[in-house]
């Protein structure tokens, strides 16, 4: 594990953490021509996989089965610290599928 995401498992979830994920999501969101919220939702479904919901014309949309903050049925379930770190990680790993390299934080997260 880096030295970055260290930072993230030994302390609660910050304002930078989140603002260092979204940086990820945006900078591969640019890359790939996808708004930040679908590259959210790409992510968070090849990580916690996905469930099915229809939208307003009855079509089926995949939606992610959890978020950082939403447990696999619904309820609240904030991600811990080193899960959250987990993830994080996970999503790097992803970019550099794609050629994207997302610059480390100046200072700890």
């Excluded at 919901?53 to 939403?70: F, I, K, L, N, Q």
């Excluded at 049925?73 to 811990?80: F, K, N, P, R, Y």
């Amino acid at each position: 594990m880096t030295n970055r995401l260290a930072a993230v498992k030994a302390s609660p979830r910050s304002a930078r953490a989140c603002r260092f994920l979204n940086l990820g999501y945006r900078l591969l969101g640019n890359h790939l021509g996808y708004e930040r919220a679908e590259i959210n939702n790409l992510c968070l479904s090849y990580y916690y996989g996905y469930s099915g919901g229809y939208d307003a014309d009855g079509e089926w949309w995949p939606v992610p089965a959890r978020t950082t903050t939403t447990g696999y049925a619904g309820e609240v379930d904030i991600l811990s610290p080193a899960a959250f770190a987990e993830y994080v990680e996970f999503v790097l790993r992803f970019a550099t599928r794609f050629g994207v390299v997302i610059p480390d934080p100046v200072r700890p997260l």
